[in-house]
């Protein structure tokens, strides 16, 4: 299965999770290594601008990952908190996802995106077993449009 990542191009070939370990996430807690990734580029670079102050564009790299489709878990709306996507996301979701990780439960974890919820992203949980099975397939340059960051 192909997911997606938009990334710093300074840290975009590495997939390790240990950006994410440094800072607390929607779905990991700090020391955490995990790698937040979309369905779409679409999804993918809606989940790195909400992150990216207004003024400020960076460099940016788009990483193809292919994952096995038999290791995801899945997450559905119904079985979130009403407040699920607020901003700042509610602690249950970082407790979710850290039990999920240290449970080994998949190598992946397929939950709503906040921004869009009937688009999705993967976390996936660089500690699994499995880990070594996620592949770069492509790697390039993102064309950012200067539009999307209008102050």
Known sequence: MKIYRIANRRHAKNITGAGA?????????????VLYTGESIEIALLE???HIPALLVPELD??????????IKEIKINDLPS??????????????????????QSLAMKVPSSIIESAFIFVLNCDHKRYSEVK??????FSFDSRLRKS
């Open 136 to 141: 770069i397939i492509d790697h390039h340059k």
């Open 21 to 33: 370990s440094f800072y607390p996430g929607r779905w990991n807690n700090i020391g955490t290594p």
């Open 48 to 50: 790195i601008l909400v």
């Open 62 to 71: 788009v990483l193809i990952l292919e994952i096995p489709e038999n290791s």
């Open 83 to 104: 407040n699920w996507n607020q901003f700042p996301a509610p602690t249950i979701l970082s407790e979710v996802g850290q039990q999920w990780v240290e449970n080994n």
